[in-house]
Every structure is written in structure tokens, then in C-alpha cells.
């Protein structure tokens, strides 16, 4: 795939998920995770929302992506926030499926998981930028507290490439950019409503 149908992608990819990508940003609970003073129990409600994405994308999204594609360099996650949880004095003992619950895995497409992957894989970016204000505010670190937004390390960022190089060819191979745009945009509203729906402890 040239660089030039790539980026051409990639920046459609963006522009359409624009607007409900900074929906989901403007939220309370999204902006307190980023906010100088968020406290412990903010913090606590952000993880637990977010395990319940985490844990089902895991569940029921992820494996339609690797029965398809080959080479995913992409691991679990859930744990890292069970452990998080933990130290902050939680256990998490159920969760809610907000993307599976109006979902049927058997019938999506692996471009539409894609979709759905591209956002939850995305989240690891904005992570970088949360455990900074997690260790400053509250303490926390990746060791201890702040596993989860600790993402892939110091590799975050080659991770996040190599998964945009894998998302642009198997688009480029299967010509499925609609798919993949309407997969993202379905995770960012799904995530949406359940933060929206499910903002107390």
C-alpha cells in the first residue's frame, strides 16, 4: 500500500470518527481523569467503566480480528486493570458488555471489529497522558495502581504504528473503509452511552 492511500485512510479514518470521538472526551468522567485533582475515586470510576469495555472487547470483538488477521501484536489488558482496581481498594466481580450487548459476534464483519479495535488500541495513546496526571495527582505508577494507562511502556507508540500499518493493509486488501469507519464509530458511542449511563460507583 503506498504512503499516500495509507495517510489518505488514515485521515478519513479520523475526520469521520471526529465528532463522536471528542463527544466521548467531553464527558465528566473523562475529563476528570485528566483534571489535576482528580481523586482516587474518580479515578476508581474511570477504570471500572472502563474495564467493562476492555473485558468485552476482549471477549467478544478481538477474536473475530484474529481469525482473520495474522500477527496482531496485541495483548490482554483487563488484568491490568483488575489489578489497578485492587490496589485502589476494589474488586471487580461482574461486568456490563457495553459494545457485545448490541452486537451479534457472529455476524460482524472483521473490518467492523477492526473498527472497534482501532478505538479501544487508541485508548493506549491517550493513556500516556493519563498516568502522568495519575502519578502526579494521586501517586500511582506502572508498578503499582496505574498498570492499565501505563500501555505498552516505552513501546507504546511503535505499537500504535504497527497496529495503523496493519488496519491500512487489510483495508487497502479488502477495501473496506466504510466498514471499518462505522466499526470505530459504534466503539466510540457505544463507550459513549455506557460512561454516560453508568457514571457513579
Not at 470518527?17 to 468522567?29: I, K, Q, R, Y
Not at 473485558?55 to 501484536?73: H, N
Not at 497522558?129 to 502526579?136: D, H, Q, R
Request: aromatic residues 10%; negative net charge.
Amino acid at each position: 500500500m503506498s504512503n499516500t492511500l495509507s495517510a489518505s485512510f488514515l485521515e478519513n479514518l479520523r475526520s469521520a470518527t471526529a465528532s463522536s470521538h471528542s463527544g466521548l472526551e467531553a464527558l465528566p468522567v473523562s475529563v476528570s481523569i485528566i483534571n489535576p485533582s482528580v481523586t482516587n475515586s474518580e479515578y476508581a470510576l474511570y477504570l471500572n467503566l472502563m474495564h467493562d469495555v476492555v473485558k468485552d472487547a476482549e471477549e467478544s470483538i478481538f477474536p473475530v480480528i484474529y481469525k482473520s488477521i495474522t500477527g496482531l501484536d496485541i495483548y490482554p489488558k483487563a488484568h491490568f486493570i483488575e489489578a489497578d482496581l485492587s490496589t485502589l481498594g476494589f474488586v471487580k466481580d461482574s461486568f456490563l458488555q457495553p459494545l457485545s450487548q448490541n452486537l451479534d459476534a457472529t455476524t460482524i464483519t472483521p473490518a467492523f471489529a477492526f473498527g472497534i479495535m482501532y478505538v479501544i488500541e487508541g485508548s493506549s495513546l491517550g493513556g500516556r497522558v493519563i498516568i502522568k496526571n495519575i502519578t502526579n495527582a494521586l501517586g500511582h505508577n506502572a508498578e503499582s495502581g496505574a498498570s492499565y494507562f501505563s500501555g505498552y511502556g516505552a513501546q507504546t507508540g511503535s505499537h500504535w504504528k504497527a497496529f495503523l500499518n496493519a488496519l491500512t493493509e487489510y483495508e487497502s486488501m479488502n477495501n473496506c473503509q466504510d466498514e471499518i469507519i462505522a466499526g470505530a464509530n459504534f466503539a466510540f458511542d457505544a463507550i459513549n452511552l455506557h460512561f454516560t449511563v453508568n457514571s457513579h460507583l
